[in-house]
């Protein structure tokens, strides 16, 4: 997909807004001749049946891994807004540890046309409905930067669980996209169930942070390693339990 493609996905996408369903006419195939049943929650056997999907062969986690899911013009177009409103990355309880998260974040602006256009891909491809979607973020890791282990999902009963989910629920589904890859380092490690995904432009990993309606699974847990040459950027996009205010 093309910059002038992905923004013109965009428009359609805003002129839908009403219904809460975009349209994909100017998506690319093969993902414009399937699109999915927009619904709250994603069907990993319609995930897995996209051209080029690999679920990655675990009991404990669904994860699946698309490389060249954004096109290097697409990836460069992202890091040039993360890099001109990143700002030091936070999180909602680092135990005390300073160093626990240590890059730079970016909320990516939702009117942006091209930004838009992402986002819609980012929809086709998990199938869940855009209105349970989070602004996309982007991320920024420079050297000896990097994000300790952690799970993207609020656990339940902690001290920012109110907070961050009394609207919209917890996180269910995550995509992150790699944007460029570091001259070293960078990886991300999934620590319970021993994989170790490297950092590719346009690489897509997607993964539930759940092991059913309302259970949290501690297998998501992950590890954004640090980066040891170069500056890795990312972009994620988290979905909730229920539309996103």
């Known amino acids: ?90 999180i909602a309880d680092a135990n005390g540890d300073g160093y626990f998260r240590t890059g730079e974040t970016c909320d990516l602006d939702a009117s942006d046309p091209f930004v838009a256009g992402i986002d819609a891909k980012l929809a086709a491809f998990v199938g869940i409905d855009p209105a349970h979607g989070e602004p996309i973020q982007g991320q920024r890791y420079a050297l000896g930067q990097e994000f300790k282990a952690h799970t993207d999902y609020f656990e339940p009963g902690g001290i920012d669980f109110e907070r961050f989910c009394a609207v919209s629920g917890n996180r269910t589904w995550t995509l992150m996209v790699y944007l460029n890859e570091p001259a070293a380092g960078g990886a991300t490690r999934f620590v319970k169930i021993g994989k170790t995904v490297q950092p590719e432009t346009g690489k897509l990993l997607a993964w539930n942070n759940r092991l059913g309606p309302g259970a949290c699974n501690p297998a998501s847990i992950h590890h954004g390693m640090k980066v040891r040459g170069g500056v890795k950027h990312v972009i994620t996009k988290w979905y909730r339990e229920r539309p996103w205010a």
């Open 1 to 90: 997909m093309t910059i002038a493609t992905t923004e013109a996905t965009a428009l359609a996408f805003r002129a839908a807004s009403d219904s809460k369903r975009p349209d994909f006419r100017f998506l690319d195939p093969p993902m414009a001749d399937s699109l999915p049943p927009f619904a709250a929650d994603a069907d990993p056997a319609w995930i897995a049946s996209h051209p080029r999907v690999q679920r990655v062969p675990s009991r404990d986690l669904t994860l699946f891994i698309q490389r060249h899911f954004l096109s290097a013009e697409e990836c460069a177009g992202l890091v040039e807004r993360i890099d001109a409103h990143r700002r030091p990355s936070t």
